[in-house]
DNA sequence: ACCTGAACACCGTTCAAGT
DNA sequence: ACCTGAACACCGTTCAAGT
């Protein structure tokens, strides 16, 4: 099984990782598992990659590069930056299993981090420059680091909960994330003013 | 070394627990290393507890009940919703290697469970009530997570980055909290109308 | 330069057995 | 009911040794 063996290298090993977590989850990333994965004795991925924890940036980089595709909608500026900050939120939500590596390996905002040009640009194109400029974007990431924390909390697989069921129970995170959002946006970046 | 051992119930391990990794950090929660500190074999430890994930489930709750008691300052309702706001986000930060592991374990919000109340409170009094008091509540947790998980992101022990220091390097974590708290408190809490 | 077998020093968890 | 020694099935990592 697996592919025919190339030649093995670095991008190869952090390629197969991810398909790894994407396929069985972010507990199935083990360094044995992984050579096992690549046909490989254990040692040759220290080799290519140094370590457990350079594999995860090295990974968590890449799936980065990979969410940055989304298009950016909206015809007012406030839209299109609550496009491309909802934008992030998705595409880390759709693959859930390396956003909860990320977010165990303390990597989350570095998931973040690509799509953050693309969310810079959009503030910048409403007319934000500076400290305005990134107090704006730091407060946003802010907002859908915690949305995605919420959203993949039962991802984790400890004991159920009582009261946060009340809470939580049927809530549309989806619209909660759109709704906090909104409202950090609007306070950030200057609406329509009426002629 | 250690207490005179009373008697050994499920609350002295996990006050035990508790008390370790705010000593040594999140890593030094071992079952082994505990049971040493307990003066105990391991098979004692899950006799009490369960589980490793049950014992950080009872010392996140317990945590959390800690937390509950910082006064909520401020004038108006929403000085008032603010302040009980920003009081979860100090309060877990102050105690950073418990809420480092709650954030490992997927346990955040968990965390934040007990201070849910106090925030309640002060929404009810400011005169929110049904989806409206639970959609701004919702609001303030996505907030104050995504600000926890930002602030002790270098806790963890992951290789440096480079892009991102420009974007956070010298950042006032406690000033963005409070200014996107703002910003979604103002979005649900009516302010003062003008007479 | 690239890869390996074998080992070191750990984990969480279980279980028969003790009192 | 409470506690233990010893083991099972794993980990991440290293290192001498191969080609």
């Known amino acids: 099984m697996g592919k025919t063996a190339t030649k093995l290298g670095h ?7 991810l398909d790894l977590v994407v396929r069985e989850g972010p507990d199935a990333l083990t360094m044995r598992r992984l050579a096992t994965e690549l046909d490989v004795g254990t040692p040759t991925i220290y080799w290519h990659v140094g370590s457990r924890d350079e594999l995860i940036t090295a990974m ?12 950016v909608t909206g015809g007012t500026p406030r839209e299109r930056v609550l496009s491309a900050a909802f934008n992030l939120y998705a595409g880390a939500i759709e693959h859930r299993s390396v956003t909860s590596l990320a977010n165990q390996s303390g990597a989350s905002s570095l998931l973040l981090q690509d799509l953050e040009a693309v969310l810079l640009a959009e503030l910048e194109a409403a007319g934000l420059a500076g400290d305005a400029c990134g107090d704006a974007l730091r407060s946003i990431l802010v907002v859908v680091t915690g949305a995605l924390v919420l959203t ?8 159920e909960d009582d009261r946060a069921a009340t809470l939580w129970a049927g809530c549309d995170l989806e619209a909660l994330t759109t709704e906090t959002l909104r409202a950090v946006v609007h306070h950030h970046v200057p609406g329509e003013e009426p002629t």
């Not at 993949?152 to 004991?159: E, K, S």
């Open 60 to 71: 968590v980089r890449t799936q980065s590069r990979r969410l940055a595709d989304r298009p």
């Open 152 to 159: 993949l909390r039962d991802y984790a697989h400890l004991p």
């Open 11 to 17: 991008d190869e090993v952090v390629a197969t990782a």
